[in-house]
């Protein structure tokens, strides 16, 4: 089990968007994620007319490495560590280290 998933919400810890936050769009196998709006680098694209994709200079969120970011804590309003914990029906869960809450309260 992952201690950062899909839609979770981070703040990145280093680097150039140090304090921004974000939600995470993909994770990747090799300890690597893309978070909406943040590390936005710049690529050249050529058209493709079989498709419509007009050529240009887009822009598109960078992979950030996994150490450089921390699960957003709602409750604090700040960032906080992961730990897991077995519930009695026999579920992992996730959970802040801080304040011991459940953040997969499904």
């Known amino acids: 089990m992952k201690k950062i998933r899909k ?3 981070v703040i990145v810890i280093a680097g150039r968007d140090k304090g921004r936050r974000g939600a995470v769009i993909d994770v990747y196998a090799d300890d690597r994620l893309r978070v909406e709006g943040l590390n936005m680098s710049k690529k050249h ?3 493709n007319p079989q498709i419509g994709q007009q050529g240009g200079i887009i822009e598109r969120e960078a992979p950030l490495h996994i150490s450089n970011v921390a699960v957003f804590n709602p409750s604090t309003k700040k960032a906080d560590r ?3 914990k077995q519930l009695e029906d026999g579920r992992k869960v996730r959970i802040f280290k801080s304040n011991k809450e459940m953040i997969d309260a499904k």
């Open 82 to 84: 992961i730990g897991f």
């Open 7 to 9: 839609g979770d919400t």
């Open 45 to 47: 694209q050529r058209p």
